[in-house]
C-alpha cells in the first residue's frame, strides 16, 4: 500500500491551565508554490562629525525570514475523503473552522493570569493587584510552521487573506476558499520573549532547522567545480 503523502501544517500552541494546548491546523492542500524571503538586518548607521566611522558592513542582528503561500481549503473532499468526524464538522460548518483557526493567529494571547483562570481568581479574591508598571497587554500566538522534516520553524503570522468562493444553500457557510498567508519566522532576538513550556519548544525548533542549514550548506562543498574554483585571483 502506498504511503499517504506528507502534508505541511501549522501548530499553534494556547497558554492553557498549566501547559500549552497545541491545535493543529493540517494542509488540506500543500500549496504548489512558496516564496521564502529573507531581508538583511538593519547596517551600520551614518557616521557623526567628531566620531570614529561606523563599520557599513555591520549589522545589527540577525535577518528577517519570511514564507508565503496560498492555501486551499474545499469541504466537499473532506465530506467525501475524511473521517467521520471531519466529514461531520465539515457538513455542518463547511470550511468555516480551517479558516477560524487560522484568523485566530491573527489575535493577540491573553497574557499569563488572564482567561479563564485569571476569572476564575479574581471572582474568590485570589488576582493580586495590577503592577504599577505597564506591560505589554498580549503578543501575537506563536507557531510551528512544518514543511517535512527538514523545516520546523516558529513563527508568527503577519497578513492573512482569505477568498471565499463557494457557500452552501442553508446557512450561507463557505465550502471553497483560499487563504493567503505571510509568516515570519522568529529571530533568536525574539525568542527571548517566548515564555514557558512554548519558548522551549520555540527555541529547539529553531536551533535544530539552523544546526540543519548550516550542515546541507556545508555538504553543498561537494558541488564545488575545479574548473570555476581555478578562475578565482587567488
Not at 206 to 227: D, H, P
Amino acid at each position: 500500500m502506498p504511503s499517504q503523502s506528507l502534508r505541511g501544517a501549522l501548530i499553534k500552541f494556547s497558554e492553557s491551565f498549566p501547559i500549552p494546548v497545541p491545535n493543529v491546523i493540517l494542509f488540506q492542500y500543500n500549496p504548489e508554490t512558496m516564496t521564502h524571503s529573507w531581508t538583511p538586518a538593519q547596517t551600520g548607521g551614518a557616521n557623526t562629525p567628531g566620531q570614529n566611522p561606523s563599520n557599513p558592513l555591520a549589522i545589527s542582528g540577525s535577518p528577517e525570514e519570511s514564507f508565503s503561500f496560498t492555501l486551499m481549503m474545499d469541504s466537499n473532499d473532506t465530506i467525501a475523503d475524511g473521517s467521520a468526524v471531519a466529514a461531520g464538522l465539515a457538513t455542518a460548518s463547511g470550511v468555516y473552522s480551517r479558516l477560524a483557526a487560522l484568523e485566530l493567529m491573527m489575535f493577540p494571547t491573553a497574557p499569563p493570569g488572564d482567561g479563564l483562570i485569571g476569572t476564575i481568581s479574581s471572582a474568590i479574591g485570589l488576582a493580586s493587584p495590577p503592577p504599577a508598571t505597564a506591560v505589554p497587554a498580549a503578543q501575537l500566538p506563536t507557531a510551528l510552521f512544518i514543511w517535512g522534516p527538514g523545516r520546523i520553524v516558529p513563527v508568527k503570522m503577519t497578513t492573512l487573506t482569505i477568498t471565499e468562493k463557494l457557500y452552501d444553500g442553508t446557512l450561507l457557510n463557505p465550502i471553497h476558499a483560499e487563504a493567503q498567508v505571510t509568516l515570519k519566522v522568529l529571530t533568536t532576538e525574539e525568542l527571548k520573549l517566548v515564555d514557558g513550556p512554548l519558548g522551549t519548544v520555540a527555541s529547539a525548533a529553531s536551533t535544530y532547522s539552523s544546526g540543519l542549514r548550516e550542515a546541507l550548506a556545508i555538504a553543498n562543498l561537494a558541488n564545488s567545480v575545479e574548473s570555476i574554483i581555478g578562475m578565482l585571483p587567488v
